[in-house]
């Protein structure tokens, strides 16, 4: 097996932090760059929180700081789930420095080293730093195997009731990565909503034996609170989705859709218009993630983050 070249962009998060220990526990990514932008919370927290998860791996990856607010405004943080430092309370050792470089700087360059059609380019918050990278050298898309987003929903919201958290935070963002005519997968809201955690599930989960690395990742299980969405019952575990996509695309049911984004002012702002039905006759830009087998996916979470350091 050959591992794909991949590129990581997060906004940690206590998702983005369980997404980058899977994606490092994973022989089939080769992991070659992690960068981060503001969004959950603000940049400092954010990077911060990437260089402990990262360093609590012992693996050596480049991390590197991007934006701290979207193309045209703040972003906007979600101190609620993640907690105020992002990462639910969950004190991790200080993690190695940043690596110098701005984030869409960063990514240009890791593509341009690498072959054509070879890297796997993987956004888990706000995508500012990825519309950055390929705004400014579009012909780099030439190296990219496939985008892979967590973001936007087909049904409702979950920061407003029509738009999903990173796609609201920089919906002009997401929508130049729409329209740049690269091959593009989405775990929407609709999709994490089947990679369900409740709280039986985290106690049989703790009953694995495991690293640093698992007993963090239990941790920021414990923290995350119950979602009103769903009763209170759990709640979704959105950005490991889009790197189980990555490492085996034959967990999902996935089918080729078009989507626009909702670019107006008002109450719909940033909603992703997703064409299930094919009702609109207009060209696919996006692979949707339509259905999960949660059961191996979180048998598969379970088995590779215990398996780290
Ligand atoms: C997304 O928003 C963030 O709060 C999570 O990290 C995830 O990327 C879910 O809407
Ligand atoms: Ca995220």
């Given at each position: 097996?050959?591992?794909?070249p991949?590129?990581?962009?997060?906004?940690?998060?206590?998702?983005?932090?369980?997404?980058?220990?899977?994606?490092?526990?994973s022989?089939?990514l080769?992991?070659?760059l992690?960068?981060?932008?503001?969004g959950?919370?603000g940049?400092?927290?954010?990077?911060?929180?990437?260089?402990?998860v990262?360093g609590?791996?012992?693996?050596?990856?480049?991390?590197?700081?991007?934006?701290?607010?979207?193309?045209?405004?703040?972003f906007?943080a979600?101190?609620a789930v993640?907690?105020d430092?992002?990462?639910?309370g969950?004190v991790?050792p200080?993690g190695p420095?940043?690596?110098p470089?701005?984030?869409?700087?960063a990514?240009?360059?890791?593509?341009?080293?690498a072959?054509?059609?070879?890297v796997?380019?993987?956004?888990?918050?706000?995508?500012?730093n990825l519309?950055?990278?390929f705004?400014?050298?579009?012909?780099?898309?030439?190296?990219v195997?496939?985008?892979?987003l967590?973001?936007?929903?087909?049904?409702?919201?979950?920061?407003?009731?029509?738009?999903?958290?990173?796609?609201?935070?920089?919906p002009?963002?997401l929508?130049m990565?729409?329209?740049?005519?690269?091959?593009?997968?989405?775990?929407?809201?609709?999709?994490?909503a089947?990679?369900?955690v409740?709280?039986?599930?985290?106690?049989?989960?703790?009953?694995r034996e495991g690293g640093?690395?698992w007993?963090?990742?239990l941790a920021i299980?414990?923290?995350?609170?119950t979602?009103?969405?769903?009763?209170?019952?759990?709640?979704?575990?959105?950005?490991?989705?889009?790197i189980?996509?990555?490492?085996?695309?034959g967990l999902?049911g996935?089918?080729?859709a078009?989507?626009?984004?909702?670019?107006?002012?008002?109450?719909?702002?940033?909603?992703?218009?997703?064409?299930?039905?094919?009702?609109l006759?207009?060209?696919?830009?996006?692979?949707?993630?339509e259905t999960?087998?949660?059961g191996?996916?979180f048998?598969m979470?379970?088995?590779?983050?215990?398996?780290l350091?």
């Amino acid at each position: 097996m050959t591992a794909k070249p991949t590129i990581i962009d997060c906004d940690p998060g206590t998702d983005d932090a369980i997404a980058l220990f899977l994606a490092l526990s994973s022989p089939e990514l080769d992991v070659r760059l992690v960068t981060v932008a503001g969004g959950n919370v603000g940049l400092d927290r954010t990077t911060a929180n990437a260089r402990a998860v990262v360093g609590l791996t012992g693996r050596a990856v480049p991390i590197v700081a991007g934006a701290n607010r979207s193309l045209l405004a703040d972003f906007r943080a979600e101190t609620a789930v993640h907690g105020d430092d992002g990462i639910g309370g969950v004190v991790l050792p200080e993690g190695p420095p940043l690596a110098p470089g701005i984030a869409a700087d960063a990514i240009r360059e890791e593509l341009r080293r690498a072959a054509p059609g070879s890297v796997t380019v993987i956004g888990l918050g706000p995508v500012t730093n990825l519309a950055l990278a390929f705004a400014t050298e579009p012909a780099l898309l030439d190296r990219v195997a496939e985008i892979v987003l967590m973001s936007g929903a087909w049904t409702e919201g979950n920061i407003t009731p029509a738009a999903e958290f990173n796609a609201w935070n920089d919906p002009e963002a997401l929508a130049m990565l729409l329209n740049l005519g690269a091959r593009v997968a989405i775990a929407t809201l609709d999709l994490t909503a089947q990679a369900f955690v409740t709280p039986a599930l985290i106690e049989a989960m703790a009953r694995r034996e495991g690293g640093a690395c698992w007993r963090a990742a239990l941790a920021i299980f414990r923290a995350l609170p119950t979602s009103k969405r769903f009763g209170h019952r759990g709640f979704p575990l959105h950005d490991p989705c889009a790197i189980a996509w990555a490492i085996d695309p034959g967990l999902f049911g996935a089918k080729s859709a078009h989507c626009a984004m909702d670019l107006a002012s008002g109450p719909s702002r940033g909603r992703t218009v997703i064409d299930r039905w094919e009702r609109l006759k207009l060209p696919a830009n996006v692979t949707l993630m339509e259905t999960l087998d949660a059961g191996r996916f979180f048998a598969m979470l379970e088995d590779r983050v215990a398996s780290l350091p």
